[in-house]
C-alpha cells in the first residue's frame, strides 16, 4: 500500500508539472500550482513518517481528485468590474452662483 500511495502522489505532482501553463496567470496554472504543492507536501510528510499511507490515502486523494477536475474543468476568471459612471450633467466651474 506504501508503494502506491507514493506513486499516486508522485504521477499526481508530475501531471500537475507537465504543463506550460503552470507558471502562467491563468486559472489552470494556478490550480496546477496548487495541486503540486499539495502533492509536494503529502510526500514529504509520508518521507518524515508524519502520517501512514492509509491515512494520506484516505484524506488527501479526495483532495487531489478534486484539484485534477478543478484543472481539467477549463473555466476562466470570471472578473467582476464595475463600470465607470459617467455622469450625464456638466459642470459650469465659472458660475457665481453659492449652492
Same mark, same amino acid.
Given at each position: 500500500? /506504501?508503494?502506491?500511495?507514493?506513486?499516486?502522489? *508522485?504521477?499526481?505532482k508530475s501531471s500537475?508539472?507537465?504543463?506550460?501553463?503552470?507558471?502562467? /496567470?491563468?486559472?489552470?496554472?494556478?490550480?496546477?500550482?496548487?495541486g503540486m504543492r499539495? @502533492?509536494?507536501?503529502?510526500? &514529504? !510528510? +509520508? &518521507?518524515?513518517?508524519?502520517? !501512514?499511507?492509509?491515512? @494520506?490515502? *484516505?484524506?488527501?486523494?479526495?483532495? #487531489?481528485d478534486s484539484i485534477?477536475?478543478?484543472? #481539467? !474543468?477549463?473555466? $476562466?476568471? $470570471?472578473? +467582476? #468590474?464595475?463600470?465607470?459612471?459617467?455622469?450625464?450633467?456638466?459642470?459650469?466651474?465659472?458660475?457665481?452662483?453659492?449652492?
Amino acid at each position: 500500500m /506504501d508503494e502506491f500511495v507514493i506513486r499516486y502522489f *508522485i504521477l499526481a505532482k508530475s501531471s500537475m508539472e507537465s504543463s506550460p501553463t503552470l507558471w502562467q /496567470d491563468l486559472r489552470e496554472g494556478y490550480s496546477r500550482n496548487k495541486g503540486m504543492r499539495h @502533492a509536494v507536501q503529502v510526500l &514529504d !510528510s +509520508l &518521507d518524515a513518517k508524519q502520517i !501512514s499511507s492509509y491515512h @494520506a490515502g *484516505i484524506r488527501h486523494f479526495k483532495t #487531489m481528485d478534486s484539484i485534477r477536475a478543478e484543472v #481539467m !474543468s477549463g473555466k $476562466e476568471y $470570471e472578473l +467582476l #468590474m464595475e463600470k465607470p459612471v459617467t455622469p450625464t450633467y456638466r459642470v459650469n466651474y465659472f458660475s457665481s452662483v453659492s449652492k
